[in-house]
């Protein structure tokens, strides 16, 4: 919508400005300004978004689908950055941990039907020249004694690890803020555009932000911006998670070791244990909008589906329920570089592997920022494949 705010004075251009502040905002923005650009971040919560929800599983493996093997290399290629890039980041954010663990998965079936259905991902992640170990079900429950004794079988993926999203968020924030970030606590309500190139953005306070270069990373909101050209606004939908958070007391640790993840009923359900003895379990995929209930229903069948993987569960306390909204494509892979429009970047469509994809996101679009180069592993997951696309149904 059109402000009738008097806009203030516009602020000195900048060479980067980022559009949003969740992970993805604030990585790309933390490595432009490494790379010497004066960047600029606006985002009314920064350090907030899916990252809130997010269990935080490092899990290109065990997540294989079939028809997304071109983003398994995405997956790989991030996850093995992420010793170096925990590193790197304690120390540019004054020391703070993003507690990650290099734990494994475990991906269990409890019925014949869930056997089948790991025996043929098995077979997949075997084509793709992938490590996962095929164990019966007394190996699973000899590895996590917590669970089911119905457990028929597993997977043992001992690459797929996992941190933790809020504090990761958190770092991210903090490494910004030491870079010399710019960060503008306010929505951006309009891109500004000049001649056909994006030239900045009308935050929702008044103030004009001019830069040489926009990257528009607002997550499931990057499709609402005002000012985008129909062409190159971004294909992405919310699409909605419930997640639980409870507390392992002391008297029950350990109670799990590594990331448990099951199919029940046709609904996926995992539970990631933290070091602080946090246990998440989630999460449910609904396309509902915009909607971020978190609804009886939706606790009840994470509950039940978790109970049966591992019982003790319920003698845990539940401490938190949230719902959060992933950034989902049509083809369920990000958007990463730039669009039809000059001046204009995206980093958006994550879906359910923003937390995986965060180094690699944040490398690929600071050398594009510097260089005017799209890094090679990057290139079939422009957004302007998208727009060939559309070009085509227009035809």
């Keep these: 919508m059109h402000s009738s705010r008097t806009p203030r004075t516009p602020r000195t251009g900048s060479d980067v400005l980022v559009i949003g502040g969740g992970i993805i905002g604030l990585v790309t923005a933390w490595r432009a300004a490494a790379r010497g ?41 991030s996850a093995a950055r992420y ?16 507690g990650y663990r290099a734990c494994g998965t475990l991906a269990v ?22 490590e996962s170990e095929w164990l019966t079900g007394r190996e699973c429950r000899r590895l ?23 504090r990761l968020a958190a770092a991210l924030l903090a490494a910004c803020e030491r870079a010399g970030v710019t960060i503008h606590r306010a929505g951006a309500e309009r891109l500004l555009t000049t001649a056909d190139r994006a030239t900045g953005a009308l935050l929702d306070d008044g103030t004009e932000l001019l830069a040489d270069q926009v990257v528009l990373a607002a997550g499931s909101l990057t499709g609402r911006l005002a000012g985008v050209p129909p062409e190159v606004v971004a294909p992405v939908r ?39 003895g946090e246990l998440v379990i989630g999460a449910t995929s609904e396309e509902l909008g915009w909607d971020t209930t978190v609804t009886a229903g939706g606790v009840y069948e994470l509950l039940r589906d978790a109970h049966e993987l591992v019982p003790g569960i319920t003698e845990l306390p539940l401490t938190e329920t949230r719902a959060g909204l992933r950034p989902g494509s049509p083809d ?7 669009t039809e429009l000059p001046g204009l970047h995206l980093a958006t469509g994550h879906y359910r592997n923003g937390v ?5 996101t ?33 035809a």
């Design 362 to 394: 944040g490398e690929v679009l600071a050398e594009l920022l510097a260089t005017g180069e799209l890094p090679e592993i990057a290139r079939p997951f422009t957004p302007r494949r998208f727009s060939a696309a559309r070009q085509e149904s227009y």
């Design 238 to 276: 919310p699409v909605k998670g419930q997640v639980l958070r409870l507390t392992v007391p002391t008297a029950y640790a350990p109670f799990l070791s590594r990331t448990v993840r099951a199919v029940v009923r046709g609904s996926h359900v995992y539970l990631v244990p933290r070091e602080n």
């Design 144 to 166: 996590e004694p917590m669970l089911a004794p119905g457990v028929r079988g597993g997977l043992r993926v001992d690459g797929d690890h996992q941190v933790d999203p809020r």
């Design 109 to 130: 079936a409890l019925d014949a039907d869930d056997r089948l259905h790991l025996r043929e991902l098995h077979a997949l992640q075997r084509r793709c020249g992938l």
């Design 332 to 338: 369920n892979a990000p958007l990463l570089g730039p």
């Design 83 to 98: 010793p170096q890039f925990a590193a790197e980041l304690a120390e540019a954010s004054g020391g703070m941990d993003i």
């Design 356 to 360: 995986l994809l965060t180094p690699l």
């Design 37 to 77: 650009l004066r960047t600029v971040l606006a985002d009314p919560a920064p350090g907030g978004g899916a990252a809130q929800v997010a269990a935080g599983m490092l899990a290109p493996v065990t997540e294989l689908h079939y028809g997304e093997e071109a983003l398994l290399g995405l997956g790989l290629a």
